[in-house]
């Protein structure tokens, strides 16, 4: 009887297990803007205690949508990022560098790129100028990030 159960419980609680999936370029919407999500060195995802993935066409439209959806970001298991220089993967957006450059316009207009490291950052920084930020910092004030960077570089 037990091992009846087993079979029965193991395929429900492997589905509800938290886990990124790869964002499909070119065909995903954005669950902010709704936009088709194109650029593959742009991109996040959300992903819920409950297994649900929530896909994003950049970081910006991430920290909206949570700004926007409180109760989904406290629910949030794993926050992902797509790193400029890694297309078409998916990082840990608490962990990830992020550089608003006029040089390095993002899909949504905030010209910010996510980066897996600060040395990373410091790099691209250094031949695009630009201002260095921690996801704390993005999350904290994406409102004042995006204005400063709209009225400095359009």
């Known amino acids: 009887m037990i091992r009846f159960l087993f079979i029965i419980i193991l395929p429900v609680l492997v589905s509800c ?4 999936r790869p964002i499909t370029y070119g065909t995903d919407e954005c669950s902010y803007c709704k936009m088709i999500i194109m650029d593959q060195r742009y ?23 949570m700004h926007s959806h409180g109760e989904i970001g406290v629910e949030a ?7 400029y220089t890694d297309p ?6 608490k962990q990830a560098s992020y550089l608003v450059s006029g040089k390095m316009p993002s899909p949504m207009g905030a ?5 897996k490291d600060l040395a990373t950052a410091q ?10 930020y921690t996801w704390d ?14 009225r400095q570089y359009e």
């Open 17 to 20: 297990t938290p886990k990124e």
């Open 77 to 83: 298991n794993m926050l992902l990022v797509t790193p």
């Open 43 to 65: 991109g996040a995802e959300l992903v819920t205690d409950k297994a649900k993935v929530y896909v994003f066409d950049a970081a910006e439209c991430l920290v909206d949508f």
């Open 111 to 115: 010209y910010l790129s996510s980066f």
């Open 88 to 93: 078409d993967s998916l990082y840990d957006a």
């Open 137 to 150: 910092e993005i999350y904290k004030d994406i409102k004042s990030i995006r204005l400063d960077a709209i």
């Open 123 to 132: 790099k691209f920084q250094a031949t695009s100028g630009g201002e260095i």
